[in-house]
């Protein structure tokens, strides 16, 4: 089970904390997002070894760490824009390697809305 928190409403500039927490953390975690009309785009991701993945459009704005909750994952997300207004979902694969792809994971959570205008 996933459960994300921390979505809400800012104006272009602002900042947002996500937090995922998880009751199984898998080999990779992401972080997706999903906004109306297109298709959901993994935004950036932690693999088993730590290391951090972002996509082009939020790489240098936005962070994803772990703290020494070892069944939480954040998203940091600074310098946001109306471009990156989407429902935002953390998501959990078991096997091995840490895809792009969506179906290619095996948990998800409910969602959080982030809203920039």
């Known amino acids: 089970q996933l459960v994300e928190s921390g979505g809400g409403s800012v104006q272009a500039g602002g900042s947002l904390r996500l937090s995922c927490r998880y009751n199984?953390?898998?080999?990779?975690m992401g972080w997706f997002r999903q906004a109306p009309g297109k298709e959901r785009e993994r935004i950036a991701a932690m693999d088993g070894f730590g290391r951090p993945e972002y996509a082009n459009s939020v790489k240098g704005r936005f962070t994803v760490t772990r703290d020494k909750d070892p069944n939480a994952l954040y998203l940091q997300m600074n310098s946001l824009k109306t471009g990156d207004t989407a429902m935002y979902y953390c998501?959990?694969?078991?096997?091995?390697?840490?895809?792009?792809?969506?179906?290619?994971?095996?948990?998800w959570g409910q969602g959080t809305q982030v809203t920039v205008s």
């Open positions: 998501a959990v694969r078991l096997n091995s390697g840490c895809p792009l792809n969506w179906e290619d994971f095996h948990a």
């Open positions: 199984h953390r898998g080999n990779c």
